[in-house]
C-alpha cells in the first residue's frame, strides 16, 4: 500500500507565506505526476499545480506567479509554496500522485487534505 500525508496548512493574513509539504510512503518503486489539488465550500475540487517527475510545471491561472510548486524525488516528498495569500485561496488542499508499486501496481493517491485559510 501507498499513502500520501499533507502538513503545513494553517491561518494567515492576506498577503502571508505558508508551505505545504506532502509525504509519500509505502510500496514506492516510481512516482510519475504529482500536483496539488483545492477545494472550496461550495465548490469543485480544481488542480492548482503539477510536478511530472522531470521537473515540468503547470500552474492554475489564479496562483501562476505566487506559488511555486517542487518535488524531492530522493525523499518522496512534494512541496508547494504560496505567497501573497489571498482570501480567494481559501480551501481544503490534497496532495495527488501516480505511483508505480514494485509489483507492477499504479495507484492513484490523494492525501487527506489540509486547511489553508486566509483571513482579510
Known amino acids: 500500500q501507498v499513502q500520501l500525508v499533507e502538513s503545513g496548512g494553517g491561518l494567515v493574513q492576506a498577503g502571508g507565506s505558508l508551505r505545504l509539504d506532502c509525504a509519500a510512503s509505502g510500496n514506492i518503486f516510481s512516482i510519475n505526476t504529482m500536483g496539488w489539488y483545492r477545494q472550496a465550500p461550495g465548490k469543485q475540487r480544481e488542480l492548482v499545480a503539477s510536478?511530472?517527475?522531470?521537473?515540468?510545471?503547470d500552474y492554475a491561472g489564479s496562483v501562476k506567479g505566487r506559488f511555486t510548486i517542487s518535488r524531492d524525488n530522493a525523499k518522496n516528498m512534494l512541496y508547494l509554496r504560496m505567497n501573497s495569500l489571498k482570501p480567494e485561496d481559501t480551501a481544503v488542499y490534497y496532495c495527488n500522485a501516480l505511483i508505480f508499486s514494485w509489483e507492477g501496481h499504479e495507484y492513484d493517491c490523494w492525501g487527506q487534505g489540509t486547511q489553508v485559510t486566509v483571513s482579510s
Open positions: 510536478i511530472t517527475s522531470g521537473g515540468d510545471t
